[in-house]
């Protein structure tokens, strides 16, 4: 299988510098649907991702009972409880949309996410539960809007797709989802690959096994979601994001090695990457 090989050049060429004149607004507005009961920091990760790349408001989406935990640890982001988002899924204020991280595939969530891919006229990054939600209720695919962003592990990729082989296998059923829908998939993993909507296959390089941790990929979720936002196409935005996702954990492996380095790590230290990727823009 052809595949083109990111790097550093080729990431720093898709990225836009920010306007000196800019404010707040200039940096789009996203909505994240994220967290359930116990999984508060799965929200907590994937806003916090959000945050630190670029977006300029955020509002999270989460069952009422998480709303101090999120107002504690991300105060930068407004909330909005689940049950008001689903009595009212206007999206206009939005530039983006994503869902799944920690979210759960009860019968409400299920009912939100089904509401918020109809009403969505731009492209989502969808993770995680709402993976395993579109799984068990195919359906739902017709609704995804073109121009979409997957990014599953192996496991959830397989759900939607059947049991591969191999990863080789996996990759090439990653592609046909991809292509048959008009979305970018990323494919989590050891190296990760992005496949965008006409089938073209991009391999990461940056990246370490400390990344193996949970919440990982909540944070790359988020930085995808503050792409889009800000007006990135939906193949450059997975591109970039997991391109700096891994750098961000390269450098926290490099701080805490990569045994004791947590999601939350790679967090912190997505200002660093972000710094050595735009310091020449």
């Given at each position: ?24 607004n ?10 359930s ?18 977006i ?62 109809k ?5 989502m ?28 592990h ?9 049991a591969?082989a191999?990863?080789?296998d996996l ?7 991809a ?12 190296p990760?690959v ?26 790359l979720?988020g930085?995808?979601?503050?792409l ?18 891994g ?6 492996a ?8 947590t ?6 230290s ?9 310091e020449?823009?």
């Open positions: 299988m052809d595949k083109v090989t990111v790097g550093q050049d080729y990431v720093k060429s898709l990225l836009k510098p920010r306007d000196p004149k800019a404010y707040k200039s940096f789009g507005h996203a909505l994240l649907y994220a967290g009961l116990g999984m508060a920091g799965a929200a907590v990760l994937s806003a916090r991702g959000c945050l630190r790349s670029g300029g408001l955020l509002t999270v989406c989460s069952p009422s009972y998480n709303n101090d935990i999120l107002q504690i640890s991300v105060p930068e982001a407004m909330t909005i409880a689940s049950d008001d988002l689903y009595a009212n899924t206007d999206l206009s204020r939005y530039n983006a949309v994503g869902a799944g991280p920690g979210l759960g595939q009860g019968d409400s969530q299920t009912a939100i996410l089904e509401k918020l891919l009403n969505s006229s731009r492209p990054v969808l993770d995680a539960d709402a993976l395993n939600i579109i799984a068990r209720s195919k359906y739902l695919l017709e609704y995804v809007p073109v121009g979409s962003v997957f990014t599953p192996p496991g959830e990729l397989q759900r939607l797709t059947g591969a191999d990863r080789d990759i090439l059923k990653a592609k046909e989802l292509t048959e829908n008009g979305i970018t998939v990323v494919v989590k993993g050891a990760t992005t496949i965008a909507p006409d089938g073209k296959m991009y391999v990461n390089t940056t990246g370490n096994p400390g990344m193996a941790t949970g919440g990982s990929g909540d944070v979720t930085m995808v979601l503050a889009l936002a800000q007006g990135y196409e939906s193949e450059q935005a997975a591109l970039i994001a997991v391109y700096i996702h750098l961000a954990g390269d450098i926290a490099r701080r805490l090695s990569m045994t004791a380095m999601s939350a790590d790679i967090a912190d997505l200002p660093q990457a972000w710094l050595q990727m735009t020449t823009l």
